[in-house]
């Protein structure tokens, strides 16, 4: 089946600092992929969906400047938390369609963002 | 936009009983409908999932149903077993393409 990856599983930084996520499809071309947010106990919010070789499309609420979104290629997308601060500390996940007609959205494992 | 609510937040069962989770969405449009389990800090995993030109989906001790018009759809799970346990999602979208929409979702707990 499709594979994304995320880079890096978790990390610690310090408030103020920048952080970027990687959102990889190992084995499919994805020109679409979404980002999403879960805080502990909640659902997944959706932030933004990165579109290849174009720019990002942000829900309601979101700071496109705090979330800079990148989708350089097919098979990945970069989420780089600008100017972090602890109530940035989430779990962030990312999503890609596996191609063709299909609706099956391939889930990356997810990052442990947490802001000191 | 997409709007997903989901319901109870909470279920409790006792292992063989059965689980049902209700989900109401608000766009028409929309017409994939994935359920999701999700263990502690681990990525969703899909369950099952409909779509819109199908009325109700059986896999093994899980169906999944549809009713276009009402604009539900709910999840079954039947003989519960401990490893049940988990919280579950339900979501919309328009197509793959499309962004999914989550409901709140379903802590269920299967006790032994």
């Known amino acids: 089946g499709a594979v994304v990856s995320q880079h890096p599983s978790w990390v610690i930084c310090k408030s103020g600092t920048s952080v970027k996520i990687e959102c990889r499809s190992l084995?499919?071309?994805?020109?679409?992929m979404f980002w999403y947010r879960q805080f502990p106990k909640q659902s997944l919010m959706l932030m933004a969906t990165s579109n290849e070789g174009s720019k990002a499309t942000y829900e309601q609420g979101v700071e496109k400047d705090k979330f800079l979104i990148n989708h350089a290629s097919l098979t990945l997308s970069t989420l780089t938390v600008t100017s972090a601060h602890p109530e940035d500390s989430s779990f962030y996940i990312c999503?890609?369609?596996?191609?063709?007609?299909?609706?099956?959205?391939?889930f990356g494992p997810g990052t442990r963002l947490t802001v000191l | 936009g997409e709007n997903v609510e989901q319901h109870p937040s909470t279920l409790s069962v006792q292992e063989g009983d059965s689980a049902v989770i209700k989900c109401t969405y608000s766009d028409s449009a929309s017409n994939y409908f994935p359920w999701y389990k999700q263990e502690l800090g681990k990525r969703p995993q899909l369950i099952i999932d409909i779509r819109s030109n199908v009325g109700e989906k059986k896999d093994q001790r899980i169906a999944v149903t549809l009713n276009k018009t009402a604009k539900h759809f709910s999840l079954h799970i039947t003989e519960t077993q401990p490893e049940d346990s988990a919280v579950y999602f339900c979501a919309a979208s328009i197509g793959g393409g499309f962004k999914t929409i989550f409901g709140a979702g379903t802590r269920l707990f299967v006790k032994a």
């Open positions: 084995d499919f071309q994805a020109t679409t």
């Open positions: 999503s890609a369609p596996a191609g063709g007609t299909g609706n099956e959205q391939f």
